[in-house]
RNA sequence: GGCGGCAUCGCCAAGUGGUAAGGCACGGGUUUGCAAAACCCGCAUCCCCGGUUCGAAUCCGGGUGCCGCCUCCA
């Protein structure tokens, strides 16, 4: 069965049949460097990372390209101001940096975050501001094409009126457009929904030369322009978040197609929004979380990986808190029985038995992931079995296909095998002399003095586990 | 005003015609020196009204409520 997912150019569910047997091609809309990337960037960035481990998982050729958008943007959001100032000039003006600086310190702080959330490296990461001369020349095209026009001093607008199809992807065709406009128009424009190739604006810090004036590309062109180069002008997938369906991809898709490169992305892949406490994330009502903010509340990236990749992602989901807590306490379950059948099977040699069990649990895991990616089908299947051998622990060889199977589901989930990478902080030398003591007592019966002990350690924030093997200490968050 | 989506236990959430998965929380147990972990047992008839059907959370019609987008946004 193959991996079916929604497409929102049809809005229905599609088997996804590759342009080129075999190989899967995706573009995913990455991060807009100028500030921390927060957890709803990452479920959308998450969304992107469970379609490349579920092609790889499936043996697709997958080549997976993510931009990074450096390029900074007008903004009229931030209320302090409505001038459309570019956002990453306001930071680096605040900040008293340029705006490269800015935007590669954030590029940097990306990857950071990607890693600890084990999001698997894409096979590019474009930058906008490395690919002017080919938005240059994509812009050439659509001029030469009759989709484009210029206007002297101000830049280069896209023609909306020349493209048919606009409105495809969004539902905003330009009759709906201008039924429910809100927009001033621009007289320089032939139309209101005109949008720019090229802008002109002396007051840019980051500025290119072109044949229409020094100035700096629109917002759409950079990913028109960085997924031909990388993926060629028919690819297979195309993901980001559901904001981006209007104006940005559907701009996309005027400008590729219109450029005459091709038929564009078959297959469009929207991530919902996510809320928090039941609201629209925002920094003014309190609700904003970085990833960096849960790291610094103690939540390991594989607890934020999973709490984000948890629910579906066509479902809007409410981002809470307690909700993570109850997440984390799910994935430890998964980790401590990985870790118990790492120790029933010490020694042992693996086996071709099949066990019949385990061999339906993945195959109905691998079901719920073609269905759309169904991650809560899936886990529901994963912990029935988790649940299965945790009540008969299997042993040596039984115990290492148990394995496997917990790392099929992993191939897919990277929340089970991944390594805990929030730093280890050692044992203080008192605290190790404590644990001693404690050993000790508890050999010698003196369980008041045990459990003081324990308590004392737990106060430090060192969690003490007796179990049947031996007592083992952790973290306590 | 235009386009689109959603409504299932205290919370998160799967299920798209055959009689309600799973996780967290909660209550009761087993185990443990005690705890933790693990396991066992318990815990919903699916927003409302009407219709189709032998049968509907699932399909249709009408309500109600909530959310997203309409050139800042993952």
């Known amino acids: 069965m193959a991996l079916r997912l929604w497409n929102t150019l049809e809005n229905r569910l599609v088997e996804v049949e590759p342009v080129k047997a075999g190989e899967i091609r995706m573009y995913n809309c990455g991060p ?190 950079e990913c028109s322009a960085m997924s031909l180069k990388y993926l060629g002008g028919t690819f297979d997938i195309h993901t980001g978040g559901e904001d981006n369906i209007f104006p940005h991809h559907e701009c996309e898709i005027a400008q590729s197609v219109g450029a005459g490169v091709g038929e564009f992305a078959r297959i469009w892949v929207h991530a919902r929004h996510l809320l928090v406490d039941g609201q629209k994330m925002s920094k003014s009502k309190g609700n904003f979380y970085t990833i960096n903010d849960l790291v610094e509340r103690g939540f390991s990236g594989h607890e934020i990986r999973y709490s984000l990749i948890c629910n579906h992602y066509r479902q809007p989901m409410n981002f809470t808190i307690d909700g993570m807590d109850g997440d984390t306490k799910a994935v430890q379950r998964l980790r401590t029985l990985r870790k118990k059948l790492e120790e029933a099977s010490v020694g042992s040699a693996a086996d071709t038995e099949v066990d019949a069990p385990l061999e339906e649990s993945m195959r109905q895991f691998d079901a719920c992931i073609d269905d759309d990616l169904n991650l809560s089908g899936a886990l529901g299947v994963l912990h029935d079995r988790v649940r299965a051998l945790g009540r008969d622990l299997p042993e040596g060889s039984a115990a290492l296909r148990a394995l496997e199977f917990l790392r099929h589901c992993d191939q897919i989930l990277g929340v089970i095998f991944v390594e805990d990478e929030s730093p280890t902080v050692p044992l203080t030398d008192s605290q190790q002399q404590l644990i001693q003591r404690r050993e000790t007592a508890r050999a010698e019966r003196e369980w008041s003095l045990a459990d003081e002990i324990r308590d004392q350690l737990l106060a430090e924030g060192i969690l003490i586990e007796d179990g049947p093997t031996g007592t083992t200490w952790s973290h306590q968050r």
């Open 32 to 221: 807009t460097v100028y500030s921390d990337p927060h957890i709803g960037n990452f479920r959308s960035f998450l969304l992107g990372d469970l379609l490349r481990r579920a092609f790889d998982q499936r043996g697709f050729k997958t080549t997976q390209v993510m931009n990074i958008t450096d390029v900074g943007h007008l903004t009229t959001d931030d209320v302090a101001d409505a001038s459309g100032e570019d956002k990453l000039e306001k930071k680096a003006k605040e900040e008293g940096l340029d705006p490269f600086e800015i935007a590669l310190r954030y590029e940097q702080m990306f990857h950071e975050n990607a890693s600890q959330l084990h999001l698997v490296k894409a096979h590019e990461y474009p930058r906008a501001t490395d690919h002017i001369p080919e938005m240059i020349q994509m812009i050439e095209q659509l001029l030469e094409r009759g989709h484009a026009y210029a206007v002297k001093d101000v830049g280069v607008y896209f023609r909306v009126h020349s493209f048919e199809k606009y409105g495809g992807l969004s539902g905003n065709t330009l009759e709906n457009l201008d039924s429910g406009s809100r927009i001033e128009v621009d007289e320089r424009k032939e139309s209101a929904h005109d949008f720019a190739l090229w802008k002109i604006d002396d007051k840019h810090l980051m500025q290119w030369d072109s044949p229409w004036g020094r100035g700096f590309p629109g917002w759409h062109i």
